[in-house]
């Protein structure tokens, strides 16, 4: 389906610069006479006329733009390309972020400070098992404070409860972006908590005015909570500088601007 409609786009795109008819030797037998209209121009018709939106021509399959979620699952074996992040940028030493996007997130770390701001990354890359640890750590104090206890408690099938509950509190193994290595959580000084409100709102609103410059957004803004699952303000995740510029500057979660590259993506 996506590969369709990227078809489409390039079909409508070299139509601009044709007279009467064009033929394509990437679609089989397809002559577009130049009064055809394919079905997804119409819909971007609309789509612009609605939002006046000029949508970035991208490749939505490209590891900078994957979706992950509590519905898209990263595999457990999912292990991306990262590399140990700078100490001098880190709260725990070792922390790692995506080797190639590094420049990007070192250079937004840079403006953040050299704008007066103390800044640090809280967390980055995290693998799939890491991610399950946590995710155990959640629901086994949550069974807990459930009553949910003894040797062997998370057999009990009443434990599944405190699974449910821990899934909104905690991304579920393969549902965190930081396993991407593109995900990073800020805080403001070293050794900060992820307490936004007991956090630099300065700080803070710099990012936000700035992150796209670098690739970044605020990819669980408050606002929308009611998309995303998620209220975590300090989240900043790269999806490179022309799509960054475009979701930042239109006000769109990422789950929105995904869905327009992928028709059978819902949210
Ligand atoms: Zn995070």
Redesign the pocket.
């Known amino acids: 389906m996506i590969s369709l409609f990227l078809v489409l786009f390039f079909i409508v795109d070299a139509r601009r610069d044709s007279s009467t008819e064009l033929i394509f030797g990437g679609v089989e037998g397809g002559t577009i006479k130049s009064d055809y209209v394919p079905p997804a121009q119409v819909v971007e018709d609309e789509a612009d006329e609605l939002g006046g939106l000029k949508w970035p021509d991208i490749d939505i399959t490209e590891h900078q733009y994957s979706i992950v979620n509590d519905n898209n699952l990263l595999s457990a074996v999912y292990y991306p390309d990262v590399e140990v992040i700078d100490a001098n940028y880190v709260t725990y030493y070792g922390t790692k972020f995506d080797a190639e996007t590094m420049p990007y997130l070192i250079a937004m770390l840079d403006a953040v400070r050299e704008a007066g701001f103390s800044i640090y990354v809280n967390?980055g890359y995290r693998s799939y098992s890491y991610q399950e640890q946590i995710f155990n750590g959640t629901a086994s104090s949550i069974a807990e404070s459930m009553g949910i206890t003894g040797k062997e408690a998370y057999m009990k099938p009443e434990y599944q409860e405190a699974v449910e509950k821990a899934r909104h509190i905690t991304n579920y193994p393969g549902a965190s972006?930081?396993q991407l290595g593109l995900?990073v959580?800020l805080v403001d000084r070293y050794h900060g908590t992820l307490k936004y409100d007991n956090m630099n709102q300065e700080m803070f609103a710099w990012l936000d005015a700035h992150c796209f410059e670098y690739g970044f957004i605020k990819r669980y803004p408050q606002k929308k909570l009611l998309l995303t699952g998620w209220d975590?303000s300090w989240?900043y995740r790269y999806v490179g500088v022309e799509a960054a510029t475009f979701i930042m500057k239109n006000d769109l979660c990422y789950e929105q601007f995904y869905a327009h590259y992928d028709p059978e993506f819902e949210y």
Do not use: N
Request: charged share 45%.
């Open positions: 967390s972006e930081h995900a959580d975590e989240h």
